[in-house]
T-cell receptor
Framework: DTGVSQDPRHKITKRGQNVTFRCDPI?????LYWYRQTLGQGPEFLTY????????KSRLLSDRFSAERPKGSFSTLEIQRTEQGDSAMYLC??????????????FGQGTRLTVV | AQSVTQPDIHITVSEGASLELRCNYS??????LFWYVQSPGQGLQLLLK??????LVQGIKGFEAEFKRSQSSFNLRKPSVHWSDAAEYFC???????????FGDGTTLTVKP
C-alpha cells in the first residue's frame, strides 16, 4: 500500500464551474477526513466518514460542498459553483478505527485548487 | 472547543544549532497531540505523537517533544538541525472521542548554512 492517494494533484477552474476531487485512503483504514488549507494557515477540518457514514461536517462546509464515500472505500469531494475564495489545498487523510492505538491520521499529498 | 496556538510564525536557525518550536493547546481532558511537517506543495507527514504514558516522546528524523500538562504545552525539539529540516511544522490536538484534529497555524523553519 502506497498511502493516501488524491487525484488530481492540481486543478484550475473558472469561477462558477463545478469540480470534484477523489481520495483513496489506506486500504484498512475505516475513517476518512477532508481538510482545507489556505496559504499561511493550518489545515481546517471539513468533514469525516467512518466507513460510508458521514459523522461530522464543519460549518465551513457550505451547501455548495458535498462529500461522499459510497462504499466505505474511496471518497469524493464536490464543490459546486466555485468561487475565488474556494482556492486552497484540499487534503484527505485516513486513520484506523477508534480503539486502535494508531489513531493518527495519514495525509495524502493534497489537491491544489485555483479558481480564476 | 479545542484549539492550538503556535506562537512563532517563523523561526530561523543555523545548521547544527538546536531547535525548539512551541505549541500550546486548549482542551478539557488529556488530548492526543501530534506534530506534523509539511514541505512546500506537499501533504503532512507525522513526526511524532503523544497519547498517554511517558511525557517525552521520540519521533522520526531525530525530533522529540515533551507534553507538559501544567503548561498545556507540547513543544518540539531537535538538538542539531539539518538543512533538510527547513519546512513548515504543525502542531495538532485531537479529541479522544471524535475523529477530527485541530491544527495550529504552523511555524515556518528556515535553516541558515
Amino acid at each position: 500500500d502506497t498511502g493516501v492517494s488524491q487525484d488530481p494533484r492540481h486543478k484550475i477552474t473558472k469561477r462558477g464551474q463545478n469540480v470534484t476531487f477523489r481520495c483513496d485512503p489506506i486500504s484498512e483504514h475505516n475513517r476518512l477526513y477532508w481538510y482545507r488549507q489556505t496559504l499561511g494557515q493550518g489545515p481546517e477540518f471539513l468533514t469525516y466518514f467512518q466507513n460510508e457514514a458521514q459523522l461530522e461536517k464543519s460549518r465551513l462546509l457550505s451547501d455548495r460542498f458535498s462529500a461522499e464515500r459510497p462504499k466505505g472505500s474511496f471518497s469524493t469531494l464536490e464543490i459546486q459553483r466555485t468561487e475565488q475564495g474556494d482556492s486552497a489545498m484540499y487534503l484527505c487523510a485516513s486513520s484506523p478505527r477508534q480503539g486502535s492505538m494508531n489513531t493518527e491520521a495519514f495525509f495524502g499529498q493534497g489537491t491544489r485548487l485555483t479558481v480564476v | 472547543a479545542q484549539s492550538v496556538t503556535q506562537p512563532d510564525i517563523h523561526i530561523t536557525v543555523s545548521e547544527g544549532a538546536s531547535l525548539e518550536l512551541r505549541c500550546n493547546y486548549s482542551y478539557g481532558a488529556t488530548p492526543y497531540l501530534f506534530w506534523y511537517v509539511q514541505s512546500p506543495g506537499q501533504g503532512l507527514q507525522l513526526l511524532l505523537k503523544y497519547f498517554s504514558g511517558d511525557t517525552l516522546v521520540q519521533g522520526i528524523k531525530g525530533f522529540e517533544a515533551e507534553f507538559k500538562r501544567s503548561q498545556s504545552s507540547f513543544n518540539l525539539r531537535k538538538p542539531s538541525v539539518h538543512w533538510s529540516d527547513a519546512a513548515e511544522y504543525f502542531c495538532a490536538v485531537k479529541n479522544t472521542n471524535a475523529g477530527k484534529s485541530t491544527f495550529g497555524d504552523g511555524t515556518t523553519l528556515t535553516v541558515k548554512p
